[in-house]
Nanobody, 125 residues
Framework: QVQLVESGGGLVQAGGSLRLSCAAS????????MGWFRQAPGKEREFVAA????????YYTDSVKGRFTISRDNAKNTVSLQMNSLKPEDTAVYYCAARRTNSGSYTQGFSYDYWGQGTQVTVSS
């Protein structure tokens, strides 16, 4: 089992940057495929980005490509999401998630086994 704790959220003006971090417990972090999701008020949770076990492969939803960068440090049991050129529509609670297998699409939240508590990101216009 793994526990995930997000940090780094906050209030930022449009065009600004934030860096989210997710710290994972346990000694098997490198065996987890990691993802970031977000949920805005009144909307469904949506996939944002994901990274493979080694960090070699990364995946993004179209709306954040070129602005967000996901990375991981398996030695420190952390995964990060660097968010640049933020827009008001990026406002949401951001969640870190982990999955052990390749069952299901990585864009689908139900395919992940563990979730963090979320961190609020608010982008003002």
């Amino acid at each position: 089992q793994v526990q995930l704790v997000e940090s780094g959220g906050g209030l930022v003006q449009a065009g600004g940057s934030l860096r989210l971090s997710c710290a994972a417990s346990g000694r098997t972090f490198s065996t987890y495929f990691m993802g970031w999701f977000r949920q805005a008020p009144g909307k469904e949770r949506e996939f944002v980005a994901a990274i493979s076990w080694s960090g070699y492969s990364t995946y993004y939803t179209d709306s954040v490509k070129g602005r967000f960068t996901i990375s991981r440090d398996n030695a420190k049991n952390t995964v990060s999401l660097q968010m640049n050129s933020l827009k008001p529509e990026d406002t949401a609670v951001y969640y870190c998630a982990a999955r052990r297998t390749n069952s299901g699409s990585y864009t689908q939240g139900f395919s992940y086994d563990y979730w963090g508590q979320g961190t609020q990101v608010t982008v003002s216009s």
